[in-house]
């Protein structure tokens, strides 16, 4: 089975998820056209740091968030959002106690009714 679209995140090691990201940071590096220097210089680190991180080696998650934001990549952040998730039996209980009718109002009122 020589399938990309699936990888099985959990079985890698820590070292091969950074060289995963290492390359993700690399690839879009070229794909812009930008060397290592420019993108270290506007990142306001160093060259070697930006090749170490290409390298897959240990980095600071600081220089990691600036090489993103350079590169325009900080849409990758988007899968730590934490958003509120209700569960299927709260969804259910709301569900449950939602009107499904309007009811008559009732008056007091002194007056006859036509009846």
Do not use: C
């Not at 812009?32 to 390298?55: G, M, P």
């Amino acid at each position: 089975m020589n399938d990309n679209s699936y990888i099985n995140w959990i079985s890698m090691s820590d070292k091969a998820l950074i060289e995963t990201i290492g390359a993700f940071i690399q690839h879009h590096r070229l794909n812009q056209n930008k060397s290592q220097s420019e993108v270290a210089k506007a990142a306001d680190i160093s060259r070697s740091t930006l090749s170490l991180l290409e390298r897959g080696e240990k980095v600071s998650l600081n220089s990691l968030m600036q090489v993103l934001r350079v590169l325009d990549l900080l849409y990758v952040m988007d899968v730590f959002k934490v958003s509120d998730e209700i569960s299927p039996i709260a969804y259910a209980k709301l569900k449950k106690n939602k009107r499904q009718r309007a009811r008559n109002k009732t008056t007091n009122s002194n007056e006859d009714s036509e009846w």
